[in-house]
């Protein structure tokens, strides 16, 4: 049996790399955690000199010494004891700051099929909790490792100078606790992923309520909730106490085993005193250095539920880290582009999908021309706009821009040269100018975000809040009204300046006041710019220079508002539907 497993020194070397930025600072903290314990053994090595010669009062030379040197002993051993623990501490925040940094960055750059399949309670749990258990495992855990382990050996050592036979009894205990504590490993780390797993369901049920709080107040499902809370709640508390009994396991046996240990030690020691071949000086120091080993191997056995829990976390936080990145193969660079978009022979399908959500799609945009995508639900729209900056990659065909085939230009590259204002816009919680100002190469003057709110139709409203450019948005922009946020958006898409548009549905949730505001900004946006617009409500892309039709996955029609109404077709009923009237209806009615 092994009693190292290879996977756990796998996950520790990986762990340990974060430490060695810092080695220097962490080779001066183990080192005064050495010292440390290494006085653990002076106190029971004064025991022998005191009973043996300091108690024989009359004789000319008592040992005067022995209490300074006690706190002697115990001064030295706090001065280096605080000095460890502020090192440590220091080395452990920058782990905890550079893994979590890399995370982070790691994570913005992963794929957008990411967030879909991942929940977002679970990728915030490993940045924010998983990070600290990986820390224990690579530094609290060495710590406590190192500190105990040099005392142990401090201890055996002491016991080995008094005596060697007393000394192999005390090592018998040792194999005894690494076998139980081989047995009880395996089964905390199963717990410990089950613990994870469900705290990432009850951040889950949490993040659920805040979000759908006035749909469970309008349905009545606050008692839904709570019972359903209490459900993950109650299997979390029970993964809790499994884990606390399976590593509790380990302090009893530590102590039984010393406890047999100590019952032999004073057995054979008494037949030994009787024989003449100890001392009560060396007895007693035998005594006390076999009793003071209790803690540390206390603490060194229950080091193993810290660090199953750091391992698990490991494999937690590695899994992200080990997340492939968005695919950028590119290497052009795009450089006044003009805006002619080409979609040759473009299919794309969803993993695991039954059918392809485009198929042979043919399409060429001249460059400042507005093209509408509409519509039944499923028809491919949001894919097509999805394709352009590369969120998705084409299964087969072709996407150009200007010449290029975007999967040959930089992904950074190719997403400079476009601007996106979606329907749900989730601000940053920052100030309305840091908001507008988002994503921006240089610094900008209030001026030039003055001009772009301007320019939005949002600066009537923003120059009316408490702070004016100022004020905090809130979270996800919720202290705005949705016009208000699209307006924001749509300013930050006019300090871009970006050659190419997309509009995803932008005001289809507004009222008609909103829509209104909006659309005029929109308008003034679109103008010299190749712009893609996506729409439910047709009344808002009449204008556009061609209206392409999708319908499962297929371009069924394009043309103007004109021509397509003229051929009767898809677009014609789309436009009845919403109780639009057709020029040939408003004749019929005449």
């Not at 009560?280 to 206390?298: C, D, E, H, Q």
């Amino acid at each position: 049996m092994r009693l190292v497993d290879p996977e756990n020194l796998k996950l520790y070397r990986r762990l340990l790399k974060y430490a060695r930025p810092y080695y220097k600072a962490l080779t001066a903290g183990m080192l005064l955690t050495a010292l440390s314990a290494a006085t653990e053994p002076l106190l029971p090595a004064l025991m022998k000199p005191m009973l043996d010669d300091g108690f024989k009062f009359g004789t000319d030379t008592p040992l005067l010494w022995l209490p300074f040197a006690v706190v002697g002993i115990f001064l030295l051993r706090g001065m280096l004891g605080f000095g460890a623990t502020y090192i440590v501490a220091w080395v452990q925040n920058k782990i905890v700051f550079q893994i979590r940094t890399e995370m982070f960055a790691h994570l913005v750059r992963l794929p957008s099929d990411y967030f879909q399949k991942h929940p977002s309670a679970k990728t915030i749990n490993r940045i924010t909790n998983d990070v600290n258990g990986v820390t224990s495992a690579s530094t609290t855990v060495l710590t406590t490792l190192i500190k105990d382990g040099v005392t142990v050996i401090g201890l055996l050592a002491w016991l080995l100078y008094l005596n060697w036979q007393l000394m192999l009894i005390t090592l018998a205990v040792i194999p005894v606790l690494g076998v139980s504590v081989r047995k009880l490993s395996k089964r905390l780390r199963r717990l410990m992923h089950a613990e994870h797993d469900n705290m990432v369901l009850m951040t889950t049920a949490v993040q659920e309520a805040i979000s759908n709080q006035k749909i469970i107040k309008v349905y009545g499902g606050e008692q839904q909730e709570v019972s359903r809370f209490e459900g993950v709640a109650n299997y979390l508390r029970g993964i809790f106490m499994r884990g606390t009994v399976t590593a509790a396991l380990g302090t009893p046996i530590t102590q039984l085993s010393s406890a047999l240990a100590v019952a032999i030690i004073i057995s054979v020691a008494m037949v030994q005193s009787a024989e003449g071949m100890t001392t009560i000086g060396g007895f007693v120091s035998f005594i006390t250095a076999s009793l003071m080993m209790n803690a540390p191997l206390k603490r060194l056995a229950d080091l193993n539920a810290p660090i199953q829990r750091g391992l698990a976390a490991a494999e937690h936080v590695f899994s992200l880290l080990d997340e492939p990145t968005e695919r950028d193969t590119g290497s052009v660079t795009l450089v006044n582009v003009r805006g002619e978009i080409v979609f040759d022979n473009v299919t794309y399908r969803y993993p695991e999908a039954e059918r392809n959500a485009l198929t042979e799609v043919n399409l060429v945009v001249q460059p400042g021309e507005q093209i509408a995508l509409v519509g039944p639900s499923g028809g491919g729209k949001s894919t097509f706009a999805n394709l352009l900056p590369n969120f998705l990659h084409v299964t087969s065909g072709q996407i150009r821009i200007d010449g290029h085939a975007i999967d040959s230009v930089h992904l950074n590259s190719l997403r400079s040269q476009m601007a996106l204002v979606t329907q749900e816009v989730l601000l940053f919680n920052d100030t309305v100018a840091n908001n507008i100002a988002f994503g921006a190469t240089r610094q900008l003057t209030r001026e030039e975000i003055r001009a772009a709110a301007k320019a939005a139709h949002a600066l009537e409203f923003i120059e009316a809040l408490p702070n004016s450019f100022d004020t905090l948005v809130g979270e996800g922009g919720l202290r705005l009204s949705g016009g208000q946020r699209q307006r924001i958006a749509i300013a930050r898409a006019v300090l871009k300046n970006a050659p190419i548009l997309i509009l995803d549905e932008a005001t289809s949730a507004l009222d008609n006041e909103s829509e209104r505001h909006v659309q005029a900004a929109l308008d003034e946006l679109m103008v010299g710019r190749t712009s893609f617009v996506i729409a439910h409500r047709l009344s808002t892309i009449e204008k556009a220079d061609r209206i392409v039709v999708l319908k499962e996955g297929c371009i069924a029609e394009i043309g103007t508002h004109s021509e397509l109404l003229a051929r009767n077709g898809i677009y014609t009923y789309l436009h009845q539907v919403q109780g639009v009237s057709t020029p040939a209806a408003v004749e019929g009615s005449a």
